[in-house]
């Protein structure tokens, strides 16, 4: 088996698209002329990325969760939004099918513009998933999807290892299946 292919610092180097959801409820987005909203994202594992923003974002919802005042609570919360906001601007390297006042979004401050369009789902932050286990959709912000699908090291790895992968999951070529034959 050639282990080149699992290198996901250098898979997450090459940006992946993400379709963008509406947050209210889980619908892709589309353009009135049927155009996916589109985000090209790296990989958290890639060698130019390096950040640890989900990591960072559980801490602070730590402190959220201690704040004993409403003020610190919605401090700690605004300082989290833009911390996943600033963090998710890092991982995108284009946009299709999304623009900015007619505009194609091309600029940093743009970027950070539509990415703080809608703020941060508590419940999709502390799960790391814009899915819970029964496949209720979870509202993560836009910030929040790219960092998911950032996050995913399964976006960045070579298809055909992956349906290798799934395959053995599935009890093809497992030890059980191996140890009967002997």
Known sequence: MDFSKLDTRKGGE????LHLR??????????PE????LVYVLGSQARSVHNNIMIEARAKMGEVDKGDEKEDRDKLL??????????????IT????????????????MKLKFLDLN???????????????????LKPSFAQQVLIHSNEVSNFLDKELLVLSSQ???GAGSTASRKGKR
């Open 22 to 31: 509406w947050q209210h409820n889980g619908n892709l987005i589309v353009s």
């Open 119 to 137: 703020f941060i789902s508590i419940p999709s932050l502390t799960a790391n998933a814009a899915f819970d286990e029964d496949g209720k959709w």
């Open 94 to 109: 284009t946009f299709e099918g999304i623009d900015w006042e007619g505009e194609l979004i091309t600029t940093e401050a």
């Open 168 to 170: 053995r999951r599935s």
């Open 78 to 91: 605004a300082d989290l939004q833009e911390m996943l906001v600033a963090g998710s601007a890092r991982v």
């Open 34 to 37: 049927g155009e996916p909203a």
């Open 14 to 17: 090459t940006a992946s698209p």
